[in-house]
């Protein structure tokens, strides 16, 4: 599924595992306190991770922030995984 993603044909896969990974750790690290991540750190990390993928993933062709289309509504999150093409401007990523 992954691989005939948006995401994917555009090369910006990356840039969504760095944010969803950053938004998880962030979340997540603070309940155990072995790892010295307090809740105050885990929240720039969380916040910093979202923000990323906000500003980073965007349409080579129309420079439409896709992430940031989808905070507006849950279903164009959809395109983002399953389209080949940019849900905005329709440029065709191979
Ligand atoms: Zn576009």
Redesign the pocket.
Known sequence: MLKSSLLSRSGQLWKFIVALLALLIGSFAPLYPALGISWTAGTVIAVMGYAFGIVAIR?A????RWLWEATKGAASYTPLFKASS?P????EFS
């Not at 062709?61 to 439409?64: G, L, Q, V």
């Not at 905005?88 to 440029?91: F, L």
């Open positions: 349409c062709n129309c420079s439409k940019c905005d401007c329709g440029h």
